[in-house]
């Protein structure tokens, strides 16, 4: 994600925390791969990767509608 133009002042509050759940939803995404090499080092590269895994299926769970309910996105592994 490449950061866009500037967004307008009288934004909801769910538009912003959704819009930072987002961001933080596409950091998870990004890999690491000094993490994932240690990872690897420790013998636990794919523990790492399910835990992953359960991050973003929860990450999903967490949108904000503009009554304040949440509702859940789609998200299917990418593995």
């Given at each position: 994600?490449?950061?866009?133009n500037?967004?307008?002042?009288?934004?909801e509050?769910?538009?912003?925390?959704n819009?930072?759940?987002?961001?933080f939803?596409?950091?998870?995404?990004k890999?690491d791969?000094?993490?994932?090499?240690?990872a690897?080092?420790?013998k636990c590269?794919?523990e790492?990767?399910e835990v992953?895994e359960?991050?973003?299926r929860?990450l999903?769970?967490l949108?904000r509608?503009?009554d304040?309910?949440r509702?859940?996105t789609t998200?299917?592994?990418?593995?």
């Open positions: 994600m490449n950061d866009q500037s967004i307008i002042d009288n934004e509050q769910w538009e912003k925390y819009r930072g759940l987002d961001i939803i596409e950091s998870i995404h890999p791969h000094k993490l994932r090499g240690c690897h080092n420790q590269y794919n790492l990767m992953r359960e991050v973003l929860y999903h769970t949108r509608t503009h304040g309910t509702t859940t998200y299917s592994s990418e593995a």
